[in-house]
T-cell receptor, first 114, second 109 residues
Framework: GAVVSQHPSWVICKSGTSVKIECRSL??????MFWYRQFPKQSLMLMAT?????????EQGVEKDKFLINHASLTLSTLTVTSAHPEDSSFYICSAATSRETQYFGPGTRLLVL | DAKTTQPTSMDCAEGRAANLPCNHSTISGNEYVYWYRQIHSQGPQYIIHGLKNNETNEMASLIITEDRKSSTLILPHATLRDTAVYYCIVRATGGKLIFGQGTELSVKP
């Protein structure tokens, strides 16, 4: 149990385009989902916390207008990277929290902006 | 959330127990100790968590000292597939998971 999926697993896009990443909890309902970013040889960095039906809470230094987060249901959250640039190239990982607050992570989405 | 200190890297022989230490001397009474691991190019995998009692599941055992200032994750029979970065994180209920640098465990044949 406690499986989280992400789609797509990797994406290549041109600079200036927007990219949407989906995160789904497959076998449980997640009131809270989280988005992380990881650069090569670095640890995970929390970007934002999203609660179903409300606006996401962004960590300091994360541009909320660039990284749009929607958590429309208890099993789906989306992250849209708007007007992507090469510096946005990274490994994006979501997690979903169970009712007991344990977080389970998705497999990640590798984004390459050319 | 309290900070944790872990060794940067460790080696372990295949089939032997891997004991991964973590210091969390500033842990508060309501903070849990969580362990995750990340195999290269994958999302982190939940291993185990505990508050003050020792915990065991099908993956590992978690030993927390009585003063709760440190803990040890034990993988009883390490395999090559256990090679990963292991993260020890302390987190209060409702708090965030803040990842440090973790311990890079290499299991060698």
């Amino acid at each position: 149990g406690a499986v989280v999926s992400q789609h797509p697993s990797w994406v290549i896009c041109k600079s200036g385009t927007s990219v949407k990443i989906e995160c789904r909890s497959l076998d449980f309902q997640a009131t809270t989902m989280f988005w992380y970013r990881q650069f090569p040889k670095q640890s995970l960095m929390l970007m934002a916390t999203s609660n179903e039906g409300s606006k996401a809470t962004y960590e300091q230094g994360v541009e909320k207008d660039k990284f749009l987060i929607n958590h429309a249901s208890l099993t789906l959250s989306t992250l849209t990277v708007t007007s992507a640039h090469p510096e946005d190239s990274s490994f994006y990982i979501c997690s979903a929290a169970t009712s007991r607050e344990t977080q389970y992570f998705g497999p990640g989405t590798r984004l390459l902006v050319l | 959330d309290a900070k944790t200190t872990q060794p940067t890297s460790m080696d372990c022989a295949e089939g032997r127990a891997a004991n991964l230490p973590c210091n969390h001397s500033t842990i508060s009474g309501n903070e849990y100790v969580y362990w995750y691991r990340q195999i290269h190019s994958q999302g982190p995998q939940y291993i185990i968590h505990g508050l003050k009692n020792n915990e065991t599941n099908e993956m590992a055992s978690l030993i927390i000292t009585e003063d709760r200032k440190s803990s040890t994750l034990i993988l009883p029979h390490a395999t090559l597939r256990d090679t990963a970065v292991y993260y020890c994180i302390v987190r209060a209920t409702g708090g965030k998971l803040i990842f440090g640098q973790g311990t890079e465990l290499s299991v060698k044949p």
